[in-house]
């Protein structure tokens, strides 16, 4: 069964900082030689919560996408890209997920395979689009709007922007308690039902795919904790 990883890392200082974006060109060598590893993606973020135009220079992701859980676990806990953004990192989490639907494309890919859903565990939402150069300014005016519309809602357990290139590929990545928490916001008027309809009509994107996931389990900490996954998800822990 496919098992899907988004680990994140956050770094303190300027040499920690130049390490890490220098490593999002030179990890691609080593991310290609990691057993069991199918899709993936090293990615920068935004400020804030990473919703913004603007990088963060603190943090970086990785993405991977694998064959089983235990190739999932066993490189994020030990394989060289994982371990060496971990040596340099202040704080580290990886979320690890499975693939419940996906529609669209990501660089001309169809990364996730669907399985039936285990209906246990809170879900997550991930979004990828390729912004057409020419309205990407239209795009970002109105992301803060977006990002205050996520931040008020009590029911997101965790969000985060991220991306591969500044300004024109950008992702977003979200945890839900539910189906129906995840799919009020969704519905719900206002910014983000406005951008979508702004997004249909103008044909914004080059390329998107929006995938659901169940959380299977975590590994380390965000801000010092677990980002208030519920205590029914089981992390997975190194054996």
């Known amino acids: 069964m496919q098992s899907v990883s988004l680990s994140l890392f956050r770094f303190d200082g300027a040499a920690a900082r130049l390490w890490a974006l220098a490593m999002m060109g030179g990890a691609r060598p080593m991310m290609r030689k990691v057993p069991g590893l199918g899709f993936w993606k090293l990615c920068g973020s935004g400020t804030g919560e990473g919703f913004t135009p603007l990088p963060n220079t603190a943090v970086y992701a990785i993405l991977g996408v694998f064959d089983s859980p235990r190739a999932a676990q066993e490189a994020t806990l030990g394989a060289r890209p994982w371990t060496r953004f971990r040596a340099h990192a202040a704080e580290d989490w990886t979320v690890y997920l499975t693939p419940i639907s996906s529609r669209g494309a990501w660089s001309g890919s169809t990364p996730f395979t669907e399985v039936a ?13 390729t912004l057409k150069p020419g309205i990407a300014a239209r795009f970002w005016r109105r992301v803060p709007d977006i990002s205050r519309m996520i931040g008020a809602d009590p029911n997101v357990l965790f969000k985060i922007g991220i991306g591969e290139v500044p300004l024109l590929h950008q992702v977003t990545f979200s945890v839900w308690p539910d189906a129906d928490a995840m799919s009020e916001f969704a519905r719900r008027s206002g910014p983000h039902a406005e951008a979508i309809a702004a997004v249909r009509r103008g044909q914004w994107f080059r390329e998107e795919l929006y995938a659901r996931f169940r959380v299977a389990g975590e590994t380390g900490s965000w801000e010092g904790r677990s980002p208030r996954l519920p205590q029914s998800t089981a992390p997975l822990e190194a054996r």
Do not use: H, I, V, W
């Not at 859903?117 to 689009?129: K, V, Y």
């Open 117 to 129: 859903d285990p209906g246990e565990g809170p879900l997550a939402a991930l979004t990828r689009a």
